[in-house]
């Protein structure tokens, strides 16, 4: 089932679920956009290109690895998976190691706004906003569920597992993604990279990988690697 069926056949008509079909390509396309743009921003901190040629180069790369079609893209991120893993924990595993302190430190963190270590409904509110786009898109996930292979006798409770895992289970790692990514935003502002910029994902990165490595060039590579890394893995499924 495509886009235009599932519509039509919820009564949007063939005019209808046309149209609805480009809103959800445009969807897809604004995605494909904001993920460029964190690979763009690591090219351009470690070759110091111009962001406009790196965001052309961001863009350009993934349109001929998807022409190739699902099956490479299955190889692809099969073949990454465990050195994404690695890159992704070797952060929080040098900071428990180095500097432990630093977890409890974050805990306790009150903020930088004006009324912050009160309740504030317009604070709890924004941070609400990100908490409610997170579960919205758990739905995304049918996307991946629909090449689970036919369930079986044989096969029935690793296929139940993969549904609930990637499906309504996606809350659980999404969570931790969010909280990993606030800590890591928190480092970035311990080593006074100014606040607009401690939330780029190459910024947190960066001073995530300054635990791992003494020479600043390898925590610069190491940032590199696992975003591009990452957005290749993205930008493909995207």
């Not at 863009?59 to 099956?71: C, D, M, N």
């Not at 993604?177 to 606040?195: I, R, T, Y």
Request: net charge neutral.
């Amino acid at each position: 089932l495509d886009m235009d069926l599932l519509t039509r056949g919820a009564g949007f008509g063939y005019l209808g679920s046309t149209i609805t079909s480009l809103i959800y390509a445009t969807f897809t396309f604004i995605f494909f956009a904001l993920e460029a743009v964190i690979m763009a921003m690591a090219l351009q901190l470690y070759f110091g290109l111009p962001l406009g040629l790196a965001y052309l180069i961001s863009s350009l790369a993934i349109i001929p690895l998807v022409t190739f079609g699902v099956t490479l893209i299955s190889r692809l991120q099969l073949w990454t998976q465990p050195l994404w893993l690695l890159l992704l924990v070797l952060p929080y595993a040098a900071i428990a190691i180095k500097d432990p302190g630093l977890y409890s430190n974050f805990i306790t963190l009150s903020g930088s706004s004006e009324h912050s270590e009160s309740f504030d409904w317009r604070l709890f509110g924004s941070a609400s906003t990100v908490c409610f786009a997170l579960a919205v898109q758990i739905g995304e996930q049918l996307d991946v569920l629909r090449f689970l292979p036919r369930k079986t006798r044989q096969n029935r409770w690793c296929w139940w597992a993969a549904v609930l895992i990637a499906g309504p289970g996606g809350i659980a790692p999404g969570m931790l993604k969010m909280l990993g990514g606030a800590f890591l935003a928190f480092v970035a502002l311990q080593m006074q990279v100014p606040a607009d910029r401690a939330l780029q994902p190459t910024q947190m990165y960066l001073a995530g990988y300054g635990y791992v490595f003494t020479d600043m060039h390898w925590a610069l590579f190491a940032t590199l690697l696992f975003v591009l890394v990452s957005q290749l893995k993205i930008n493909v499924t995207n």
